[in-house]
């Protein structure tokens, strides 16, 4: 049984990968896992088995637009530890007699021991720890990260308007095959009228 559901799963996202291999090549920016990307895909194909080309082309878009999410996820918490700095500059600026706090920042983030030892000092001093510097840090991209995190919605929004599309259209392919089925149905067990003698008329 097993056995059956992986051939299955498999048969559907080589059929998925042949149909759609005419599109554009996988949405994939520098450091992002080819490995993942295509598990991804025969996950998500095995789940929603698309019957033709068309919802094969779909679940493509899904693919893909899941993708999107994780990337923009993933890309939001680079941003916030990239501008750790920032942050800790802005929590640093009571707290110590530096040069200036932003290049005890920068120190800081670059790893160098004096300058770590002594931000650890300050912060400690203060009862503070990396939830305030990372607070601050939001608060200096807060811009940037709500227009990320709408760009995460919009392509939410998309996905799931993608598979209402495919759930739609096999609600009405199942009504027309049902139809179809009635019909075909009716016509095999017609009534054939008979004349008085017995015999069915023509």
């Not at 923009?72 to 680079?78: A, G, I, Q, S």
């Amino acid at each position: 049984m097993t056995e059956n559901v992986l051939s299955n799963t498999t048969d559907s996202a080589t059929r998925l990968a042949t149909s759609t291999s005419g599109l554009a090549p996988a949405p994939l920016i520098a450091g992002e896992d080819t490995a993942a990307y295509d598990d991804l895909m025969a996950r998500l194909s095995g789940t929603l088995k698309p019957s033709d080309v068309l919802e094969e082309i779909w679940v493509r878009d899904v693919v893909d637009l899941v993708w999107e999410v994780f990337r923009l996820r993933r890309l939001k918490t680079h941003l916030m530890r990239a501008g750790a700095h920032e942050g800790m500059a802005q929590v640093l600026k009571p707290l110590v007699k530096w040069a200036t706090n932003e290049e005890l920042a920068q120190r800081w983030w670059s790893g160098q021991a004096e300058a770590v030892s002594t931000v650890e000092r300050a912060l400690a001093s203060a009862g503070l720890g990396m939830d305030a510097v990372m607070a601050h840090t939001l608060a200096a991209r807060i811009d940037v990260i709500e227009r990320v995190d709408r760009m995460m919605m919009a392509a939410e929004v998309r996905r799931d308007n993608t598979l209402s599309e495919l759930d739609r259209r096999r609600v009405k392919l199942a009504q027309r095959l049902r139809d179809a089925i009635r019909e075909a149905e009716e016509a095999e067990f017609e009534v054939i009228p008979f004349d008085q003698s017995g015999c069915a008329r023509e």
